[in-house]
């Protein structure tokens, strides 16, 4: 069975993770961290409830597709450990 379709498949979705990363990183640079209380201040504090959603949904994605990252390499390694058992086992048998 070759596995480098599923091994490009992997460094793909890893790229994903660390594109999503970047990016995450990239819109959280204009996060507000101070707290406003003044009416001024309302409009500024609407669009930090918009960024927030925005990260709260960016790191829902960046938690998923690491999981699914690490899963899939944990299974990409189980395969191919089990294939070189496999053909070390006909060779001396």
Known sequence: MNLIPFAIGWVILAAVVVALAIYRSVVGKAEDDSIHVSAVEAAATA???????????????????????????????????????????????
């Open 47 to 93: 669009n930090q409830m918009q960024l927030a959603k925005k990260l709260e949904s960016i790191e829902r994605w960046g938690k998923i597709l690491t999981l699914l990252a690490v899963l899939t390499g944990l299974a990409l390694a189980a395969a191919y450990i089990y294939q070189a058992w496999i053909g070390n086992s006909q060779y001396t048998g």
